[in-house]
């Protein structure tokens, strides 16, 4: 029996092999993918070594179809909640907050793939990433405020002393020195 589509709300969803051994149910219209927990952990067990983030520049140049309003678990008709993946991806993912199952709006999955992050999906649901992905999004408003102050140049200068600073060996005295009038 096909379960219904949380975007589309008609029984769309298809049962297909999404990764080897990782079986989800994708909808014929709008390409969402439904993960359960328990298929996700199983795949996990057997997918191995989690795999290294790669860099945002490496992500797949495709735009998710991000959806919003209202969602509903395919499995259990509880409300699924948003948690955003931060990393430099500006979307969302859903999750059931009754059974733990995952929805994934069209080429969600594929993009997270692409930087390595499809193995951390459990992660993404933690107090600890959340929290960092509210001090990532802090950090880039305080940014763009400085960089529409400064300008792009100038931005990318104080960047780069910043890191040269952070790494070096007496970076302490560094920072005192700067700081003195
Ligand atoms: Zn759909
Ligand atoms: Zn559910």
Same mark, same amino acid.
């Given at each position: 029996?096909?379960? @219904?589509?949380?975007?589309?709300?008609?029984? @769309?969803?298809?049962?297909?092999?999404?990764?080897?051994?990782?079986?989800?149910?994708?909808?014929?219209?709008?390409?969402?993918?439904?993960?359960?927990?328990?298929?996700?952990?199983?795949?996990?067990?057997?997918?191995?070594?989690?795999?290294?983030?790669?860099?945002?520049?490496?992500? $797949?140049?495709?735009?998710?179809?991000?959806?919003?309003?209202?969602?509903?678990?395919?499995?259990?008709?509880?409300?699924? $909640?948003?948690?955003?993946?931060?990393?430099?991806?500006?979307?969302?993912?859903?999750?059931?907050?009754?059974?733990?199952? $995952?929805?994934?709006?069209?080429? &969600?999955?594929?993009?997270?793939?692409?930087?390595?992050?499809?193995?951390?999906?459990?992660?993404?649901?933690?107090?600890?990433?959340?929290?960092?992905?509210?001090? &990532?999004?802090?950090? @880039?408003? $305080?940014?763009?405020?400085?960089?529409?102050?400064?300008?792009?140049?100038?931005?990318?200068?104080?960047?780069?002393?910043?890191?040269?600073?952070?790494?070096?060996?007496?970076?302490?005295?560094?920072?005192?020195?700067?700081?003195?009038?």
């Amino acid at each position: 029996m096909p379960k @219904t589509c949380p975007v589309c709300k008609e029984d @769309t969803l298809l049962l297909k092999e999404l990764e080897p051994k990782l079986f989800s149910s994708r909808c014929s219209k709008c390409d969402g993918v439904f993960i359960s927990a328990e298929q996700y952990d199983q795949w996990l067990h057997i997918h191995g070594e989690n795999l290294p983030e790669k860099p945002s520049e490496e992500s $797949m140049k495709i735009a998710p179809a991000e959806s919003f309003g209202a969602k509903f678990c395919p499995e259990c008709k509880f409300m699924l $909640m948003k948690y955003k993946v931060g990393h430099k991806l500006s979307f969302a993912i859903n999750r059931c907050g009754h059974c733990g199952g $995952m929805w994934f709006d069209k080429n &969600e999955w594929e993009v997270l793939k692409s930087r390595n992050l499809h193995d951390d999906i459990h992660f993404v649901f933690s107090h600890a990433w959340q929290s960092a992905v509210r001090a &990532e999004e802090h950090q @880039t408003a $305080m940014d763009e405020i400085l960089r529409r102050e400064i300008g792009d140049a100038d931005l990318e200068e104080i960047r780069r002393i910043r890191a040269w600073l952070h790494k070096h060996p007496h970076s302490a005295e560094l920072y005192a020195y700067l700081l003195r009038r």
